[in-house]
């Protein structure tokens, strides 16, 4: 029988500055949503690249996190996923004012389609997983009322999404 691998001190000293970066940046981005909508394509990118940041880290915190074993809080984890549901809500909350009125970048240019094809993408994922996460995270039902929302708002950017792609440019394609 194999013995498990004690837990790592450094490993643990690593995962508590990460998470300690994780809740700074996830201040960061309610400072972003807190100052309204996105005016332009590049804000937006912007934005969406800090959130595809923090979802990094929040994976790399997750691999790390058996090596630290029980030198950190038995219930990181569930707040790991309490994190990710917390920036999700933000962003999508940033991603639906922006996308509810967006300007004409977003609609009309060539690289609108990839952006919007991507965001639709990322969204349909983040529903496949959506209510796995709220179960894993152990939230209260008034948290959970508030995810719900956020829910609704994923839903209603597919199709406001959806809408976008039928009216942007498509991707032009090389015939030989």
Known sequence: MATA?????????????MARKLVG????????????PPA????????????????GLIVSIADRLPLAGDLVPANFAQWL?????NELALFTDVSHGFISDPPLALT???????VLQS????????????????????????????????RTKIEEIL???ETLLEHSPKVLQEFD
């Open 25 to 36: 940046d996830i201040v960061e981005l309610r400072r972003l949503r807190d100052a309204g």
């Open 81 to 85: 996923v309490r994190q990710k549901l």
């Open 159 to 161: 199709g406001m999404v």
């Open 40 to 55: 332009t394509f590049p804000r937006f990118r912007e934005i969406r690249n800090k959130h595809h940041e923090i979802q």
């Open 108 to 114: 009309q240019s060539l690289g609108a389609f990839d």
């Open 119 to 150: 965001e639709r993408q990322a969204f349909t994922e983040v529903l496949g997983y959506f209510d796995q996460m709220l179960m894993e995270a152990g939230i209260d039902d008034k948290t959970a009322d508030e995810l719900d929302a956020t």
């Open 5 to 17: 691998k004690p837990p790592d001190p450094r490993e643990a000293d690593i995962v508590k500055q």
